[in-house]
Nanobody, 121 residues
Framework: QVQLVESGGGLVQPGGSLRLSCAAS????????LGWFRQAPGKEREGISC????????YYSDSVKGRFTISRDNAKNMVYLQMNSLKPEDTAVYYC??????????????WGKGTLVTVSS
């Protein structure tokens, strides 16, 4: 069973940056696509980034493309999300998750407890 633990959230001003980290543990991690989704208060869950386990391709939602970068350190079983040029609308709880449908950022099967990101002046 896969366990995921997110960290790195916090309060940041608009235009600022944060890096989220996800510590993954469990079996078969090499066979799983990992990524991130977020959920803002009163809004639906939004898949924002995924990194394919098969070829290392990365996928982003239109809302974060060009500002966020996902990376993975397989030796450490870590996944990261570098977030730049943050906007107030990026405020949400961010979750690290396994993705069945990485290309379309859907099919999240397991996720952690999340980390809160607040973008505000």
């Amino acid at each position: 069973q896969v366990q995921l633990v997110e960290s790195g959230g916090g309060l940041v001003q608009p235009g600022g940056s944060l890096r989220l980290s996800c510590a993954a543990s469990g079996s078969d991690l090499d066979y799983l696509a990992l990524g991130w989704f977020r959920q803002a208060p009163g809004k639906e869950r939004e898949g924002i980034s995924c990194l394919s386990n098969s070829d290392g391709s990365t996928y982003y939602s239109d809302s974060v493309k060009g500002r966020f970068t996902i990376s993975r350190d397989n030796a450490k079983n870590m996944v990261y999300l570098q977030m730049n040029s943050l906007k107030p609308e990026d405020t949400a709880v961010y979750y690290c998750a396994t993705f069945r449908l990485c290309v379309v950022l859907r099919g999240m099967d397991r996720w952690g407890k999340g980390t809160l990101v607040t973008v505000s002046s």
